[in-house]
């Protein structure tokens, strides 16, 4: 089993823990558990689907004889009136994984809506819009798949894959050089084959990271999109570059045209409305 796969059953089990308790009282008590039914995944506000994947396997997961066709997949643009999907089953069944079901397709759906805006913005330039770690604790899993399923890159999934040698990182190791020169020797030692990312504050700090080298990107905090030009002519192609720090949707264009590869948007994930729908009886 892929280490994603697991993560997002444990998420399943933890989420059914959460919300069924030691029963489902309302289903139990008025619903014969014989009876057979079908209910219907109904939009209802544009946006772009996402967690149709997700939606089977919590179906599946909760009880294997439940049905599911599927006529819109992830990543399709979707108007109200549209039918996703339609599940049948063990009336009991449809009515204890609805509301789990709707939450993750939901907050997904919002989050490659979101995602497919910014990414749409970017078109026609080279840059890239990234993801964060700004997440739903124990979501997080879900919720970079979703920016995938918009069109976003996502930038790291924890801090077990990459090195990223934030601001805090630097000043508590004593300096650009020295939390460089720390972060390639561990890579080293532990035989680890991980990316070396640093972010800068200003020119002083790029012109450090450039003089010393062995980094794959840097990353410029809360540069303008002047300061950013100006940083991408003396980066000259030969790292990764990536815009960070509170960058609005209405200046992400400015920023792309500097050139930078990526754009870090914390909003992706941390501030999402999920888009509306509903598990309807047919």
């Known amino acids: 089993m892929s280490k994603e ?19 489902d009282h309302t289903t139990l008590s008025c619903i014969p558990e014989t009876a057979i039914g079908k209910s219907k995944l109904l939009i209802k506000e544009p946006g772009v689907l996402a967690g149709v994947e997700v939606a089977k396997e919590i179906f599946n997961r909760f009880d294997p004889t439940m049905k599911v066709e599927v006529f819109i997949n ?45 990414a749409k913005q970017l078109e026609g330039t080279r ?32 801090l077990f894959d990459m090195i990223l040698l934030k601001d805090n990182h ?67 192609g030969k790292y990764e570059t990536e815009s960070s720090g509170g960058i609005t949707f209405d200046a992400l264009r400015d920023y792309a045209e500097c050139g930078v590869d990526y754009i870090s948007v914390g909003a992706l994930t941390h501030s999402v409305k999920g888009l509306d729908m509903s598990f309807k009886a047919v």
């Open 74 to 118: 992830d990543g399709a643009e979707v108007k109200p009136g549209d039918v996703a999907m339609v599940v049948e089953g063990k009336i009991q069944s449809l009515l204890q994984t609805e509301r789990l079901m709707l939450n993750v397709m939901q907050r997904m759906s919002g989050i490659a809506t979101m995602t497919r805006r910014y």
């Open 5 to 23: 796969k697991e993560l997002i059953d444990q998420l399943i089990d933890l989420a059914f823990a959460e919300d069924i308790g030691d029963g």
């Open 170 to 236: 630097v000043d508590f190791a004593g300096g650009i050089d020295k939390a460089i020169t720390r972060a390639k020797e561990y890579c080293q030692a532990k035989g680890k084959d991980l990316k070396i990312e640093i972010e800068v504050r200003n020119f002083d700090e790029l012109q450090q990271v450039l003089d010393l080298g062995g980094v794959d990107r840097i990353m410029f905090d809360n540069f303008t999109p002047e300061m950013t030009k100006k940083a991408v002519a003396m980066v000259d």
């Open 127 to 158: 840059t890239r819009v990234l993801d964060t770690r700004k997440t739903t604790p124990g979501l997080r899993i879900l919720e970079k798949m979703a920016v995938k399923i918009g069109g976003g890159v996502n930038h790291r999934i924890g």
